[in-house]
């Protein structure tokens, strides 16, 4: 089973750790929104959608954790690019930690094979 049928079983997976996708993404290079959401399906999430990712970016521009820029474009109307604030970087060194030990734990508790049982 692949990462995309994963997430469509349980979308409740990815609505937990995607802000911080999308911030570690913001943090390596600002992005406007389609382009955050190629990166992220070339990353491995194939399925994801932009009305998955846009309610993400508008709600952590809200809580003053991404900031934005108008970039005209040749191709259609002006682009906005996003980037992590400080508090953005913030949260997401705190979420980076929590999924760390998250994961640790996890590992712990699962056994390694399925023959493990």
Do not use: F, N
């Amino acid at each position: 089973m692949d990462v995309a049928e994963v997430v469509e079983r349980d979308p409740q997976l990815l609505k937990g750790v995607l802000p911080m996708l999308v911030l570690t993404l913001l943090d390596r290079e600002e992005s406007y929104g389609y382009e955050l959401v190629t990166r992220l399906q070339d990353g491995g999430l194939h399925g994801i959608a932009t009305g998955t990712v846009y309610p993400v970016l508008t709600r952590l521009e809200r809580e003053g954790r991404l900031s934005s820029r108008l970039v005209p474009s040749a191709a259609g109307p002006a682009r906005k690019y996003y980037r992590p604030t400080p508090s953005g970087l913030a949260l997401l060194a705190d979420a980076r930690r929590a999924w760390a030990d998250l994961a640790d734990v996890v590992h712990r508790l699962l056994p390694d094979t399925e023959e493990s049982r």
